[in-house]
C-alpha cells in the first residue's frame, strides 16, 4: 500500500465534511487536505436525493459544490474508498478501495471523523428481495429511480423526515403509497399532536394512506427474488413492489472501534463524543454531523442532533479549529422546515412542553394554521409554526439570542407581530446570521 501525509483528513465527503474544508482554508491555506468518502460521488446534498426520485432535479442539479471544489480548496480527493484500521497512536488510518482495488495508508496530523448515519433496519423475513431498500444516499435513490417504471404499489416504513419525504417523492411517481408508522403519529420527533394530525392530513388529501400505531413483521417475494407483498403486525396485507425502510437512522462508529475515542452511551443514541469545539477526547481528532454529538443551545447539553445545517456548521467550526483558531459551536438546537403538499411547517427547540416549574406554553389554531411557543420564564425554548411560517426567523433569533418576551409576550402569536415589537437592543442582533456571529 503506497503511504502518503496530510496536515488533515477529513473521513466523510458529505455537509459535514465540506463545511471542514472550508473551515480549514479560512485560517489555513496552505496546509495539505485528503478528503475520504467510501461513496464515489463528488459532493452532493444529501436532503436532495427524494428531489432526484420525483424528477425535481438531476445529478449535476444535486452537487453540493462546484466540480472544480476540491481542485479550488487544495483538496485530495479518495472518493469511492472506505477508512478503516484508524491508529490514533501512529496518526494513520489505511484505505481500501470500494470497488476492490487497491488500497493507501494516509498520515495525518489533524483528523475530522465526519461519517454520518447508518440506517436502521429491523430484523423480518424477506429484506434481500429485490425492492427492498433504504433512503439515505444517491445510490438508494438512483436504484429507486431505475425501478419506478415497473412499481405500481409502494410501501413506506417510517414516518420520521426520510420517510415522509420518501413518499412524497413516491406518491408523484406510482400509483399508490402507504406510508406505515408504529408511533400514534407522524414525524413524532419534530411535531405535536395537533400538527402532526395537520401534516397526516395533507398526505391524505394527496392520496397517501397513512397507517399508524402498526408496522411490518414480514416482506414476501414473487418466487423470481422480487418483493409482492408486505405483512402488517395486525395481519393486513399491502401489495408492492417497492418497499422502502426508513425507520430511522443511527451514528455511523465503525471507524472507531478498537480506538481510545469516546463514544457516547446508546441509550442517548451512541455517537461521538466531542465538546463545544468539536473535538474528541483524543487531542487533534475531531468529530460532527449525524455521527456526533453538538451543543443543543435550548437544552444546554450535547446530544445528537442529525441535521444538515448542524452538520456543516460543526465540520466548518472543527475546520478552523484544525487550523489552529478557536471556535465553539454554540449555535445547534433541533430545527426543521418541511413543506408537505403545499404545507409548510417549521419546528425549533422543544415540541412538548416539559413538566417542570417555569415551562408554559401559548398556541393559536385558525383555518389551515397552528402556531405553538414554549416559553420558560418567558424566554423562548421551542417553537412549531404550520401552515403560515412567515415569522419563524423572528422566533428563532428570539430562541438563540435568549430574548426576555415579557413585554410584548401578548403579541407573539397575533396576526401582526413583527419586528416592530421587538425592543430597539434586540431588533438588529436577530436579524445576524449564525455564519457572522461564529
Known sequence: ??????????????????GCVEGIRRVDQKGSIAVVSDEKYHTYSRPLITHLIEGDTDRRGMDFRPRNFYKGHGVEPYLGYRAQDLDTDRRLVRLNSSNGGGGHTIRFEKLLVATGGKPFIPPMEGLDLDGVTPMINLDQSLGVKKKLSRVRNAVVLGAG??????????????????????????????????????????FRRSGVEVLLGNTVTEVRGDGK????????????????????????VRPRTEILEG????????????????????????????GCGDCAHAHDFVTGGMRLLPLWPNAYIGGRIAGMNMAGSSHQHRWA?????????????????????????GFEEITRKENDCYSKVILKDDV?????????????????????????????KKELLTDDFAVV??????????????????
Open 333 to 357: 438546537t433541533n430545527m426543521n422546515s418541511v413543506d408537505f403538499f403545499g404545507f409548510p411547517m417549521v419546528s425549533a427547540g422543544f415540541m412538548l412542553k416539559p413538566e417542570k416549574k
Open 161 to 202: 423526515l426520510i420517510g415522509t419525504k420518501t413518499t412524497q417523492a413516491l406518491s408523484h411517481q406510482v400509483e399508490s403509497v402507504t406510508m406505515v408508522e408504529l408511533a400514534d403519529r407522524i414525524l413524532s420527533p419534530v411535531t405535536d399532536a395537533v400538527s402532526s394530525s395537520m401534516a397526516a392530513d395533507a
Open 225 to 248: 427474488g422480487r418483493v409482492r407483498e408486505v405483512l402488517l403486525k395486525d395481519g393486513k396485507i399491502l401489495p408492492c413492489e417497492l418497499f422502502v425502510v426508513a425507520i430511522g
Open 380 to 408: 423562548i425554548q421551542g417553537f412549531i409554526m404550520a401552515g403560515d411560517i412567515d415569522r419563524a426567523g423572528i422566533y428563532l433569533g428570539l430562541m438563540r439570542d435568549k430574548v426576555m418576551t415579557t413585554s410584548f
Open 259 to 286: 480506538t481510545p475515542i469516546a463514544l457516547a452511551n446508546m441509550k442517548v443514541g451512541g455517537g461521538i463524543d466531542v465538546d463545544i469545539n468539536m473535538e474528541t477526547n483524543i487531542e487533534g481528532i475531531y
Open 1 to 18: 500500500m503506497a503511504t502518503k501525509k496530510f496536515k488533515y483528513l477529513i473521513i466523510g465527503n458529505s455537509a459535514g465534511g465540506i
Open 421 to 438: 415589537h421587538l425592543p430597539l437592543e434586540v431588533k438588529e442582533k436577530i436579524k445576524q446570521p449564525i455564519m457572522e456571529i461564529e
